[in-house]
């Protein structure tokens, strides 16, 4: 029996569905995250696991006890939200003890907690401030020492790094996978941001219209992408339409160059089939090589992104970016040069 | 180097004189009760009668039982709007417009109809009763736009979630998150309230309540100089008030260490 069971939960909200049939089994300490865009569901579910939200159907089990219709103060589920959402009348110790004195903890065992908080997010100096003298990096650790010093069951976190600066994101982050692990907290991350959901997850949950996309690691989601939907919305890719020649040996054609693609293909010859292709997979190829796919075509513009150098190439109807390093002594093609892309089997995959 | 422009000291010198030369015109006029003298003459007489202390003394008790209940009732009304229920909102707005639309003594009368023959029309304490009751109608517009004002500023729903989150029930919520951080907003409303219920005299003489508003009002009928007397002290109890609240917001807005 999993830690955390959500069993095909449903949420209607008058005329649109919210969420539908969302099925899930967490393990004690995993950390799972909701993956999707604005409206996808992610946020929905996820406060239904807190409480906030009663499911239209179905039913949610912490650690076997049925909480579909439990509210959210007796749930024992910490939240971190987008907005940190510390009470600005009291202070940082306060804001951390909340929980706690609600639970009728000593005052001794308050303190106690409190300081080993104020320890865990490095800001031990900082109990006798307000909310107000905080940046909001600052603010949102608080948030999670405030959330996790009732020692909660599940952690949810809701976008909780959406409202800070590139560089606080990052470290906050592996702060929080760092606070995470060691405490061994089953937790839910809502993000819309794929680099995060894949740094930090066990698990990735891609949702989009209120159904699971995929469930998978975040190797499983980035390399081996389910649908169009997936592929498209984790990393960057060129989705291209290719000709199905061999379904059984995986043989295609695009803009009439045969290659060969990974896994059976489950369509008829001559069918269109949507083959997805990492632009990071391709490269530019010197001479042909057997045991690679090979593709001719038309560098058509060039994006520098600092690392790397995003080139886009026009396959007759069709055109395709990869992907190099940003190295100075290499010499990048120029538009209009005619390129040949090298890329192995595996790279190349045939989406639903 | 900005311009600095004249015209906004012309216009801010002669709303000044508009507002306070009719009061020094009072003021003068109130310390001349004795011929050829200035003095404080008419302040004795006011400060002399019994009636005075025992009307303000009454409205200002009144006063404070119209804040009370005005905060009991609206501000877990005005909470439930934001959080459960924001589509009553524009209903809500609508019903803080008929005090002011709907003149006191029809709405003194409307009450009077209404509770005739009950506990709140055949008992001294019934009828102070009522008063309330309609210094709270009267006072709901201000009221109401000061706690809306006050909740919206705090986020109150997230607040509410993560109260709740961490274990919080409805009342632990209302008194430890809510109230503490709308207490300026509550003061804001809770003087004007005040300052409506200190000065009214239309549902107060026609419940025949010996508050401070018929009394000035039967004071301007048989004296002088007393009623302007009267009026500055009642200016400067109305000032003092402000700086009461000034004073009180200050220390709430500036959250301490506990």
Redesign the interface.
């Known amino acids: 029996m999993a830690f955390l069971e959500i069993d095909s939960v449903r949420k209607v909200f008058g005329q649109s569905i919210g969420v539908d049939t969302f099925d899930m089994r967490i393990e004690k300490g995993e950390f799972i995250s909701f993956l999707g865009p604005s409206g996808c569901g992610k946020t929905t579910t996820l406060r239904m696991v ?3 939200e009663v499911p239209t159907s179905g039913s949610i089990r912490i650690d076997g006890t049925d909480m579909t219709n439990t ?9 971190v ?1 987008q ?1 940190y ?7 940082v110790a ?1 804001n951390i003890g ?2 706690l004195r ?2 009728g903890h000593t005052k001794d065992a308050i303190q106690q907690r409190v300081g080993e908080m104020l320890d865990l997010i490095h800001m031990p100096e900082y109990g ?1 401030r ?1 909310p ?1 003298q905080l940046s909001g990096g600052q603010q949102q650790r608080v ?1 999670l020492a ?2 996790i010093a ?1 020692r909660p069951q599940v952690l ?1 976190l809701d976008e909780p790094l959406s409202a800070l600066d590139a560089k606080i994101r990052i470290s906050l982050r592996q702060e929080i996978r760092a606070i995470q692990r060691q405490l061994g907290i089953t937790t839910i991350y809502v993000t819309h941001d794929q680099e995060e959901a894949l740094s930090l997850s066990d698990r990735i949950v891609v949702m989009n219209q209120g159904r699971i996309e995929q469930i998978g690691t975040p190797a499983e989601i980035y390399n081996f992408p389910q649908t169009r939907f997936v592929a498209s919305f984790v990393g960057t890719l060129n989705v291209l339409n290719a000709q199905v020649v061999d379904p059984r040996a995986g043989r295609v054609t695009i803009d009439g160059q045969e290659l060969q693609i990974a896994g059976l293909i489950e369509a008829a010859v001559g069918a269109t089939l949507p083959v997805a292709l990492r632009p990071e997979t391709i490269a530019l190829s010197a001479s042909p090589n057997g045991t690679l796919n090979h593709l001719r075509g038309n560098v058509e513009d060039i994006q520098y992104l600092g690392p790397v150098v995003r080139v886009r190439v026009r396959l007759g109807e069709q055109s395709l970016h990869y992907d190099a390093f940003n190295r100075p002594d290499v010499a990048l093609p120029r538009p209009g040069e005619a390129v040949d892309l090298a890329f192995p089997a595996e790279a190349a995959l045939a989406l639903r | 180097m900005r311009r600095l422009s004249i015209w906004p000291w012309v216009w801010l010198a002669l709303g000044s004189l508009y507002f306070l030369l009719p009061l020094a015109a009072t003021l003068q006029f109130s310390l001349q009760a004795k011929k050829g003298t200035l003095g404080f003459a008419a302040y004795a007489n006011v400060f002399k009668d019994a009636k005075f202390f025992e009307s303000f003394a009454f409205s200002f008790q009144t006063a404070l039982a119209t804040i009370l209940l005005s905060v009991v009732l609206l501000v877990p009304t005005t909470y439930w709007v934001q959080i459960r229920l924001p589509r009553l909102r524009p209903v809500i707005e609508f019903f803080t417009l008929l005090p002011i639309v709907v003149p006191a003594v029809v709405l003194v009368f409307g009450l009077a109809r209404t509770y005739n023959r009950t506990f709140f029309t055949d008992s001294r304490e019934g009828l102070w009763f009522l008063l309330v009751g309609a210094y709270v109608v009267l006072s709901f517009p201000y009221m109401y736009r000061a706690i809306d004002t006050g909740l919206r500023s705090v986020n109150v729903l997230v607040l509410t979630e993560a109260a709740q989150s961490l274990g919080a029930n409805w009342l632990t919520i209302m008194t430890q998150v809510i109230l503490p951080n709308i207490v300026v907003a509550l003061l804001s409303g809770a003087f004007v309230t005040f300052a409506i219920v200190m000065g009214e005299f239309t549902i107060a003489s026609l419940l025949a309540q010996p508050a401070f508003g018929p009394y000035m009002n039967l004071l301007s009928s048989s004296k002088v100089y007393e009623p302007s007397a009267l009026a500055v002290v009642s200016f400067l109890l109305t000032w003092g008030s402000i700086a009461l609240f000034q004073g009180l917001s200050r220390n709430a807005g500036t959250p301490r260490v506990r």
């Open positions: 807190a409480g906030f509210p959210p103060n007796r749930r024992n589920v910490g939240m939200f907005s959402a510390l009470f600005p009348n009291m202070t306060n909340f929980g609600v639970a006798a307000f107000y948030a405030r959330a009732i949810l």
